[in-house]
């Protein structure tokens, strides 16, 4: 079959392609070896957030007597199969609706393994038994197209020194079906994924040690948030230990326990532990597409493309986790109509990489956009910062969640916002906001002047800059 367009993956790349590519009058298909929406709504950001969902829940209960709500003691319990299968339900749901989404903009769906043949053309194969790689087998049909993006995303990171089982020594996927709660778990990598994992088992009641190589938790983050966090986290009782190597981790035949060798500050240390979880980062799935054969550059397990993800190969484009920038779904989708839409010939715009916001889903919740202090201050910029504690908050006192605050950083002679950083209750909605004004280059003087409700929690932003140019009222 002929198409002008054919995408391979259909994960927040993929199917937001061939959507809007379906939208623009092209002839479409997409190529999918497993489900419709790809890690992020099956296997990753969509499912996590349920079972995150039902921690926050649980720690409403077991915190009631704190919101003068009684509960009978005992009678309220984490059920950890029901809240896997809510979460396996919630994400089939997701995929039924991309399923929908696509059907409804008229694009094929080719099922299976999708590789390149050159000269516009794309074989798909039956696709082997996943096993979280590509792979395909046997024979398959040959279908062309003008244009050919992949998106096809990528899968957890594995190290010769973390052996993955998948039964004592698990990775991200296996961490969301588990089928109790275990007594103990190491989880290796405290990056978004590492410390969502680190929160939900802690909250459950698990005894959870986080080892994490770079100096700081969340080492992406401000510094200043990284370090908050780390604190939060050992309120608890959770180890985080920093700036520290994995050397190796092994199970126990004999016993059943996993032994986890360290080595950091204070030199070589063991530590044991029901279950190990390896978060040590994501691969990009680029194996057995036909890259080289296609002429596509590769730099480091990651696909060389311009401004408009065009790759050295002519009418082949790549999208989100395979390509250099931040392995993000909403930064996925961005690229995508950034993609196709220079494709039909639209005023297409590159991507603004310093607009991408970011989150973690823990409690409290962290996100930012932008610069970080640190940042700012090596690329030698005059600064000024304004901060806002939820302590201060009348939303987060009324909430009995005051933990947390905003920090805005400015330049100091244009004013104009630089980046954001926040610790707290609902600041991932909150995060939105200053994507918005970092985009349209607001100051720290057109943030504090637009009204914000109250009682809020998005007041903070407003305070924060107020804050930042001498005139808080609050602080």
């Known amino acids: 079959m002929k198409y002008d ?5 259909s994960g927040p790349g993929g199917y937001v392609a061939a959507i809007r590519a379906a ?13 419709l929406g790809g890690v992020c709504l099956n296997w990753g950001c969509i499912p996590t957030k349920a079972l995150l969902k039902s921690a926050q829940v649980w720690k ?12 009978e003691e005992g009678s309220a319990r984490p059920d950890m199969p029901a809240i896997v299968a809510r979460s396996r339900e919630v994400a089939a749901t997701m995929s039924k609706g991309v399923a929908f989404l696509l059907e409804k903009n008229k694009v094929d769906v080719i099922r299976g393994f999708g590789s390149l043949l050159g000269n516009g053309r794309v074989k798909v194969s039956p696709a082997a038994a996943q096993d979280g790689g590509n792979k395909a087998s046997g024979s398959g049909e040959i279908h062309e197209a003008d244009h050919i993006i992949l998106a096809t995303g990528a899968r957890p990171r594995e190290l010769p020194f ?14 969301l079906t588990l089928d109790r709660i275990p007594e103990s778990m190491v989880v290796i990598g405290s990056g978004a994924i590492g410390t969502e994992f680190a929160y939900l088992y802690a909250s459950l009641g698990t005894k959870v040690t986080v080892v994490e190589y770079m100096p700081d938790m969340l080492p992406l983050e401000d510094e200043e948030v990284s370090k908050y966090m780390e604190r939060c986290f050992r309120k608890m009782r959770t180890n985080v230990i920093t700036a520290t190597a994995v050397k190796s981790v092994s199970a126990d035949p004999q016993t059943g326990r996993c032994i986890t060798e360290i080595e950091g500050k ?3 240390q063991t530590l044991e532990s029901e279950i190990v979880l390896s978060a040590v980062g994501i691969k990009s799935n680029i194996e057995n597409l036909g890259l080289e054969e296609a002429g596509v550059r590769v730099e480091r397990d990651k696909i ?14 790549a999208i989100g986790d395979l390509v250099p920038t931040p392995a993000l779904a909403h930064v996925a989708s961005a690229e995508a109509i950034c993609c196709v839409e220079k494709i039909c010939g639209l005023s297409s715009s590159p991507v603004d990489y310093s607009t991408v ?22 690329a030698g910029m005059e600064i000024k910062t304004g901060r806002f504690p939820f302590t201060a908050s009348g939303k987060a006192t009324a909430a009995g969640d ?7 950083i400015f330049e100091k002679n244009s004013d104009r916002l630089l980046g954001a950083h926040a610790v707290g209750m609902n600041v991932t909605e909150m995060i939105a906001e200053l994507s918005v004004a970092k985009t349209l280059g607001a100051t720290s003087h057109g943030i504090a002047k637009a009204i914000h409700p109250h009682p809020t929690m998005s007041e903070a932003i407003m305070e924060a800059a107020e804050a930042a140019n001498g005139s808080a009222i609050h602080t």
């Open 266 to 268: 204070k030199g070589l």
């Open 304 to 317: 060389v493309v311009d401004e408009y993800c065009r790759t050295s190969a002519e009418g082949i484009y």
């Open 5 to 9: 367009i054919i995408v391979i993956g």
């Open 60 to 71: 409403y209960v077991s915190q009631a007597a704190a919101y003068g709500v009684s509960v």
């Open 357 to 378: 916001p970011s989150c973690v889903y823990t409690s409290p919740e962290v996100a930012s956009v932008g610069m970080t202090e640190k940042e700012a201050a090596e």
């Open 162 to 175: 973390i052996p993955v089982d998948g039964v004592k020594i698990i990775n991200s996927r296996h961490a």
């Open 23 to 35: 939208q623009l009058g092209m002839k479409t298909a997409v190529v999918e070896k497993a489900e």
């Open 402 to 408: 005051r933990d947390g605050f905003v920090k805005l």
